[in-house]
């Protein structure tokens, strides 16, 4: 999306999310591979930071912005948005896509993968409960990003 010029931020990047307890609420301040055990991602949960989201959308008050990622409490902020689409994928390429990543090493492990893949289970079906527009996203990148494109104007 940034190749094309548009405002796009990544819930992965510039602290727009971080690891929380989830029972305490408190940040977690490292997320290290080796402090990631099973035991670590059943205690924490990935959740936007709603000041940074709120700031993202009022910006998008003026013009397009993008907020790509999935996180536990996304569905807490969709009403600062006007669409929110999901780019749905099959578990084989999200395994591929997850051992060739290299900008993020979240998954690499199997506990972590497991975990993605137990996410990913159902969430096409609850992204199109709560309205989102559906896009292939295993077609060509330059395809997808003209679908996003398209659907979010």
Same mark, same amino acid.
């Given at each position: 999306?940034?190749?094309?010029?548009?405002?796009?931020?990544?819930?992965?990047?510039?602290?727009?999310?971080?690891?929380?307890?989830?029972?305490?609420?408190?940040?977690?301040?490292?997320?290290?591979?080796?402090?990631?055990? @099973?035991?670590?991602?059943? +205690?924490? %949960?990935?959740?936007?930071?709603? =000041?940074?989201?709120?700031? !993202? $959308?009022?910006?998008?008050?003026?013009?397009?912005?993008?907020?790509? @990622?999935?996180?536990?409490? +996304?569905? %807490?902020?969709?009403?600062?948005? =006007?669409?929110?689409?999901? !780019? $749905?994928?099959?578990?084989?390429?999200?395994?591929?896509?997850?051992?060739?990543?290299?900008?993020?090493?979240?998954?690499?492990?199997?506990?972590?993968?497991?975990?993605?893949?137990?996410?990913?289970?159902?969430?096409?079906?609850?992204?199109?409960?709560?309205?989102?527009?559906?896009?292939?996203?295993?077609?060509?990148?330059?395809?997808?990003?003209?679908?996003?494109?398209?659907?979010?104007?």
């Amino acid at each position: 999306m940034c190749r094309r010029g548009f405002d796009a931020h990544d819930t992965d990047r510039e602290n727009n999310a971080v690891w929380v307890h989830r029972v305490t609420g408190d940040i977690t301040a490292s997320a290290l591979v080796a402090d990631r055990s @099973g035991d670590w991602l059943d +205690e924490q %949960e990935w959740r936007l930071v709603p =000041s940074k989201i709120e700031a !993202l $959308a009022a910006r998008g008050e003026r013009e397009l912005v993008f907020l790509c @990622g999935a996180t536990a409490n +996304e569905n %807490e902020v969709w009403h600062l948005f =006007s669409r929110v689409i999901y !780019l $749905a994928i099959d578990e084989d390429t999200l395994r591929r896509r997850l051992a060739s990543r290299t900008s993020n090493d979240f998954g690499k492990a199997p506990n972590e993968l497991a975990a993605i893949l137990e996410w990913h289970k159902d969430s096409e079906s609850n992204y199109r409960r709560f309205g989102a527009q559906v896009i292939d996203a295993t077609l060509p990148l330059d395809q997808v990003v003209d679908e996003i494109v398209h659907a979010a104007r």
